[in-house]
Nanobody, 119 residues
């Protein structure tokens, strides 16, 4: 059974930092592309950042470029999202997701972790 478990969310002041983790089990972690998504109240879910299996290709949404860093440690079956210079508009539930190839939808999702940025 595939499981993705996010952690590291919390309450932080604007300008602060958080590091989210996504621990995976039940899958061959290195065989999956990963993504971080977020959903704010009343808004649609949006992609934040993605990383390929080996980490050689990374994408960031314009809204987080230069502030967030996605990474992965295939030996630890864990992905990370380092979030710096946080803004109130970054407040959302953050989810990690995994897919086998870029040609299919993300098949596996975590339950999410809440990030709240106060002004």
């Amino acid at each position: 059974q595939v499981q993705l478990l996010e952690s590291g969310g919390g309450l932080v002041q604007a300008g602060g930092s958080l590091r989210l983790s996504c621990a995976a089990s039940g899958l061959t972690f290195s065989g999956y592309h990963l993504g971080w998504f977020r959903q704010a109240p009343g808004k649609e879910r949006e992609v934040v950042a993605t990383i390929t299996r080996s980490g050689d290709s990374i994408y960031y949404a314009n809204s987080v470029k230069g502030r967030f860093t996605i990474s992965r440690d295939n030996a630890k079956n864990t992905a990370y999202l380092q979030m710096n210079s946080l803004k109130p508009e970054d407040t959302a539930i953050y989810y990690c997701a995994a897919r086998r190839t870029i040609f299919v939808e993300y098949a596996h999702w975590g339950r999410g972790t809440q990030v709240t940025v106060s002004s």
